[in-house]
């Protein structure tokens, strides 16, 4: 039987690693010159850290790989993780918490379960966590930030869909339903849009036909939000206070010169967004995606602690990247005797930044070549086959440089 690599799961090929690390360290440049610090989460975390107060929806704790970790005759059970914010909220909570605003960023791999075996069931993502400021400023920054990778990777077709949990929320608390009918319809309301107020029974009328409008709604200025104002003269001051601060960030947001629409389904999959939450696309690719989480902190037992962040999709934007050719390489062909000369060449060409490998007698089309001859002189054989000789390794390292 042959080896085979699980269902959902890839490898990366040299070509994969180098578009991998190039959109990671576009990432990590955009950070560090944001003044946000790298961390790092373990892969393994305690189950109940996801089932605290409903931080994920059902759905997506139906998907998460999980087992027990025993110790002695009792057991805990833990997670791949299939989040990454909630960990880094747990690792601020217990390293981090007189840190404020604190920002983090990491990059990291998520697990989701998916029956099929023909989606990822292994996800990379890079992310940002603003932790301590709560006001529509941050959410814009987030966003400037988050652009600012993307710069890096020189990607076109930007566009942002956003949405506001807080708005949501305040709209359905005005439909007269319980508690956990609410948070039901919040979750099919992210996921199906307009669709999943079809069967809502309510004995307020012009509550669902405020649900109704801010489902539809999709426009795209701060201009069109405002008009909702008016649209719905008997909305709950909730509702207008969310509404203002959706007007804010979105007005914030428009001056990052990016098209931006507003899409109330923007934050599928996630319970714990409380404000903001935004979508990031290139062409038609969803690249990435954020949200405010003004709640989690508490709810994971900490204080009341405004935060938000974003994660960036790593595998999709490596398949929007252009294909990109292997980096040039330096090869020295070194005989057994002068196998000393061979190795200070090695690393004069290594310590000056010139990816250099020793021959070990395989084919070498398309590269630079350094023959080491009998009497320790090198013959530097470019890629059309011209030949030039130089008497010392800094010399070839000149050569190299100047070409």
């Not at 918490?97 to 029956?115: H, I």
């Not at 979105?250 to 939450?277: R, S």
Request: include cysteine; proline fraction near 4%; aromatic fraction near 8%.
């Amino acid at each position: 039987m042959q080896i085979q690599k699980c269902n959902g799961c890839r490898d990366m090929l040299p070509m994969d690693m180098a578009q991998f690390r190039r959109v990671e360290l576009s990432f990590r440049t955009a950070c560090l010159q944001a003044g946000y610090n790298e961390v790092r989460t373990p892969t393994l975390e305690y189950l109940y850290l996801f089932t605290a107060a409903g931080t994920l929806t059902p759905g997506m704790l139906r998907r998460v790989y999980s087992f027990l970790d025993w110790d002695g005759w009792s057991g805990e059970r833990v997670v791949l993780k299939p989040d990454a914010t909630i960990p880094v909220v747990r690792l601020y909570l217990e390293r981090l918490a007189q840190e404020e605003p604190a920002r983090l960023f990491y990059a990291t791999n998520t697990f989701v379960f998916e029956d099929t075996g023909t989606k990822a069931r292994e996800r990379w993502q890079c992310g940002a966590e603003l932790i301590g400021a709560g006001s529509p400023l941050g959410d814009a920054d987030l966003v400037a930030l988050a652009l600012a990778a993307l710069r890096k990777l020189e990607l076109t077709g930007i566009s942002l869909r956003l949405s506001h949990a807080g708005l949501i929320r305040a709209a359905l608390a005005g439909l007269g339903i319980s508690s956990e009918e609410q948070r039901i319809l919040f979750d099919r309301i992210l996921d199906l849009g307009a669709e999943a107020l079809a069967d809502v029974k309510t004995a307020t009328p012009q509550g669902l036909e405020i649900m109704k409008l801010l489902c539809d709604t999709r426009g795209e200025s701060s201009g069109y939000l405002k008009n909702l104002c008016a649209l719905a003269p008997m909305a709950t001051p909730d509702y207008r206070m969310a509404l203002d601060n959706f007007i804010q960030s979105f007005e914030l947001i428009e001056t990052l010169g990016v098209p931006c629409q507003v899409d109330m389904t923007a934050g599928k999959g996630f319970e714990y967004y409380t404000g903001l939450i935004f979508r990031i696309y290139a062409g038609e690719d969803n690249v990435g995606g954020g949200g405010r989480y003004d709640r989690l902190i508490s709810v994971l037992g900490g204080e009341d602690t405004p935060a938000a962040g974003f994660a960036l999709y790593m595998d999709r934007l490596m398949a929007c990247l252009p294909e990109g050719a292997m980096p040039m390489c330096v090869v020295v062909v070194c005989p057994p005797g002068v196998f000393k000369t061979g190795v200070a060449l090695l690393t004069e060409l290594r310590d000056a930044g010139i990816p250099t490998r020793l021959s070990l007698g395989e084919t070498m089309p398309g590269a630079w070549i350094v023959e080491v001859d009998a009497a320790g002189r090198f013959v530097v054989v470019d890629m059309a086959g011209a030949r030039i000789t130089c008497e010392s390794a800094l010399e070839v390292k000149k050569w190299l440089l100047q070409t």
